[in-house]
C-alpha cells in the first residue's frame, strides 16, 4: 500500500508540474532592472518583491554583515522619508512589508491589496535611488544589530555552534562567515562605508523586481517605467564564474559549549546547480537527502532513531541551489548512553551501504513523490511564488526551472544515487563539528 501511494503521489505531483506554468513575464529597462511578472488571479492581492544581487558573501573582511546592516538602515531616511514614514505608509494602506537578507541576496517586500500596486512600487524606486544615512541614525542601529545578534547567536549555543561549524563547511569563501556579521566588526562600522556598500551594489543592473499576484503585464509595465525608468545605470562590480572548488580535506572542530545534549554537525562539499558539470546532478543530490532522510520511512529515521535507537533526532540536507557550490550535511544528537563516535560511526555506516548497494526503485518513487508534492504545496501561496522567482534569479537561474523538475527526478536511477554517495560523501570533503555540553558542577565535570 506504501508504494500504491507513493506511485499516486508521484504521478499526481508530476502532473501538477507537467501543466504549463502560470503566466509570467520578464522584461528589463533600459537602465539594466530586470522585471518578473507572474499572473496569479485567485484573490485580489499582489507582492512586490525587490531583489539586490549581493549578500554576505559578496563581503570584504572587515565588512562582514555590511548587507544585513544596510537592509536595516533601508528602512530609514531617503530624501522624501524620515525614520519611520515608509512603515507607517504601508500600514495606512493596509500593506504588510518585511525584508530578509542571505548569503547570496537582500530582499524587500511588500504585500497590498492589487490596486495599491502603485504605492509599492513608488517606495521601492524611493529606497533604490534616494536613501540617506544620519550618523545619529545610524549609529543608535547598530546597537539594534547587536543585540539581534546577541539575541539570535550569541546567547543562543545551537546557533553559536552552526556559526562555528559553517567556517570550516566552506572554508575561504564568504559562506564561512555569518550573515548578521562578526560582533567585532559590527562595532566598528561606520555610516560612509554602509553608503558605499549601498552605492556599490544598489543599482537597477544588479536587482530584479518580482510582481505576483492579480496582475498582468499591460497594468505593470507603464507603472514600473514610470517609477524606475528615471533612476541611472551604474556598473555593476565584476564577479568570478562559479566553478567547483577542490576538496578542503578532512576538517574537525570540538565544540564545549552550553547545550543541554551532546551534538553532531557532519558536512560535505558537494556541486551545487551553477557549479556542477552535469546539471543532473543536482537531482541526484536530492534523491540522496532524500532517501536518508525522506520522512519516517527513510533510512536515518528508520535505522538510527527507530531501528538502532541511537539518535533522539537526526536529519539530512543537500543545499544545491546557491551562487557557488552547495554542501550535503547531517547532523544529529545521540540518545543517553550514546557517544558522539558511536553516532558518527552509525551514520557513516549507513553512507557505505548505500554507497555500495544502490536504493530500491520504490525508495526512489517515494522520495520522488516528497520532492514534488512538498514543492507544489510552497507555489500555493502569491508569496512563495514570487520567493522562487526573486531567489531563482538572484543564484544565476532561469525561472523555468520548475516546468522541467518532474521529469528530471523521474530521469535519476539507484545506481546514480549510490555512486553520487560513493563519489561525493568522502572523508577528503568533510568537515564535523561534535558539540558537547560544559560541566555544570565539578562533580559533573568527573
Keep these: 500500500m506504501r508504494i500504491v501511494l507513493s506511485l499516486l503521489l508521484t504521478l499526481c505531483s508530476a502532473s501538477l508540474l507537467a501543466e504549463e506554468l502560470p503566466p509570467t513575464h520578464e522584461f528589463t529597462l533600459d537602465n539594466g532592472l530586470t522585471v518578473l511578472v507572474r499572473e496569479d488571479h485567485r484573490a485580489p492581492v499582489a507582492t512586490v518583491m ?45 500593506g504588510q512589508t518585511n525584508a530578509f537578507t542571505s548569503y547570496e541576496y537582500t530582499a524587500y517586500y511588500q504585500t497590498y491589496e492589487a490596486t495599491r500596486l502603485p504605492l509599492a512600487l513608488e517606495l521601492e524606486a524611493e529606497r533604490m535611488a534616494h536613501l540617506r544615512i544620519d550618523p545619529e541614525e545610524f549609529s543608535r542601529e547598530v ?40 560582533r567585532r566588526e559590527i562595532e566598528q562600522y561606520q555610516p560612509e562605508r554602509a553608503m558605499d556598500w549601498y552605492q556599490q551594489w544598489y543599482t537597477p543592473g544588479n536587482a530584479v523586481l518580482v510582481i505576483a ?7 505593470v509595465e507603464p507603472l514600473v517605467k514610470q517609477f524606475f525608468g528615471p533612476i541611472d545605470a551604474r556598473d555593476v562590480p565584476f564577479r568570478p564564474t562559479p566553478k567547483m572548488a577542490d576538496p578542503a580535506g578532512d576538517r574537525r572542530l570540538d565544540l564545549v559549549l552550553p547545550v543541554q545534549v551532546p551534538s553532531l554537525y557532519l558536512g560535505w562539499n558537494v556541486p551545487s546547480l551553477a557549479t556542477a558539470e552535469d546539471p543532473q546532478t543536482y537531482y541526484i543530490l536530492n534523491m540522496l537527502a532524500g532517501v536518508l532522510d525522506g520522512g519516517t520511512s527513510a533510512r536515518i529515521e528508520s535505522s538510527l532513531v527507530r531501528g538502532q535507537r541511537l539518535a533522539a533526532g537526526a536529519g539530512a540536507g543537500y543545499q544545491g541551489l546557491s551562487r557557488e557550490d552547495g554542501v550535503f550535511t547531517v547532523t544529529a544528537t545521540p540518545v543517553p548512553g550514546v557517544t558522539l563516535d558511536q553516532l558518527q560511526a552509525a551514520i557513516e555506516a549507513e553512507i557505505h551501504k548505500l554507497a555500495e548497494t544502490p536504493p530500491e526503485q520504490a525508495e526512489l518513487d517515494r522520495v ?21 522567482l526573486g531567489y531563482l534569479a538572484m543564484i544565476g537561474q532561469d525561472w523555468r526551472l520548475s516546468a522541467n523538475m518532474a521529469e528530471a527526478l523521474a530521469q535519476v536511477t539507484p545506481q546514480q544515487v549510490s555512486d553520487a554517495a560513493h563519489t561525493w560523501l568522502v572523508p577528503a570533503r568533510r568537515a564535523m563539528a561534535r558539540v558537547e555540553p560544559e560541566a555544570s558542577t565539578p562533580e559533573a565535570a568527573q
Design 50 to 94: 525587490i531583489w539586490y544581487r549581493v549578500g554576505s558573501i559578496d563581503e570584504p573582511a572587515g565588512m562582514t554583515g555590511m548587507s544585513h546592516m544596510l537592509e536595516h538602515m533601508m528602512f530609514k531616511n531617503t530624501r522624501h522619508l524620515t525614520p519611520g514614514d515608509y512603515a507607517a505608509l504601508v500600514s495606512r494602506f493596509g
Design 368 to 388: 520522488r513523490a516528497q520532492v514534488l508534492s512538498g514543492y507544489v504545496f510552497g507555489q500555493d501561496s502569491v508569496f512563495g511564488q514570487a520567493m522562487e
Design 143 to 182: 546597537q539594534v544589530v547587536l543585540e539581534e545578534r546577541r539575541q539570535r547567536t550569541d546567547d543562543n549555543p545551537n546557533a553559536l555552534a552552526w556559526e562555528k561549524f559553517s567556517g570550516i563547511l566552506r572554508p575561504g569563501t564568504g559562506y564561512a562567515h555569518p550573515v548578521i556579521g562578526w
Design 213 to 219: 499576484g492579480d496582475v498582468t503585464r499591460e497594468q
